[in-house]
């Protein structure tokens, strides 16, 4: 069994401040972890993935995450943030061996960026 | 890249009517596809598996009879849903796995917004 807790519903941060979004994950075999962002009325675009190589995970647009199995957690970063930056934040889950690579979602996080 | 289309991408119909939702792999061969419920401000909750010439893998609490899918080709799965209500409403998501893609696991359309009145 795998699930994925988002801690925090809703971030808000000021254009140009560090953002940071929570993961933390329950997995019974090594993890495959994923950040997704979701536009409203869109679905959604991948970010970044963990897949057991390197911890530290670069994304698209500066986003990063880093994969810490002592904490099994699996935050998102970005440096300094931008209104573009505003939307919805899934982390997700995947069983690394499953054929058809079900993905567990989290609850989201709603990212907000204030000018 | 890999592009997963959805149509359409907003449907409003009377309560009573079947409405159906199609999910199209454009330039690639999708063995598998998934199709995902999303309420307002909530996550993507899986609804089922479906995968090409097979019947599809409902996930527990999702009534098969209420939601049909086929996937009847390598690039096409649809999904209907029957008797709609105004409880059915909701955003529809597909995503189709492309099984040599190893760096994603599956590619996501952009979702239909169903609104039964």
């Known amino acids: 069994a795998q699930s994925v807790t988002q801690l925090g519903s809703h971030v808000s941060v000021s254009e140009g401040a560090l953002v940071l979004l929570r993961c933390n994950y329950s997995?019974?075999?090594?993890?495959?972890l994923f950040w997704y962002v979701q536009y409203p009325n869109q679905g959604l675009q991948l970010l970044l993935k963990y897949t057991s190589a390197a911890t530290l995970v670069k994304g698209i647009n500066g986003f990063e995450a880093e994969f810490k199995k002592s904490e099994t957690s699996f935050h998102l970063t970005k440096p300094s943030a931008h209104m573009s930056d505003a939307a919805e934040y899934f982390c997700a889950v995947s069983n690394s061996g499953g054929s058809n690579y079900k993905l567990t979602f989290g609850k989201g996080t709603l990212l907000t960026v204030n000018p | 890249g890999a592009v997963v289309s959805q149509h359409p991408s907003w449907v409003i119909c009377k309560s009573g009517t079947s409405v159906k939702i199609e999910c199209r792999s454009l330039d690639f061969q999708a063995t598998t596809m998934f199709w995902y419920r999303q309420f307002p401000k909530q996550s993507l909750m899986l609804m089922a598996t479906?995968?090409?010439?097979?019947?599809?893998?409902?996930e527990q609490g999702v009534e098969k009879d209420k939601f049909l899918i086929n996937h009847a080709s390598l690039t096409l799965s649809t999904l209907t849903v029957t008797s709609a209500h105004p409880e059915d409403s909701s955003f529809y998501i597909c995503?189709?796995?492309?099984?040599?893609?190893?760096?994603?696991?599956?590619?996501f359309g952009d979702g239909t917004r169903l609104s039964i009145l």
């Open positions: 997995s019974s075999v090594p993890p495959y």
């Open positions: 479906s995968n090409e010439g097979s019947k599809a893998t409902y």
């Open positions: 995503s189709a796995r492309f099984p040599r893609d190893s760096n994603q696991p599956q590619h």
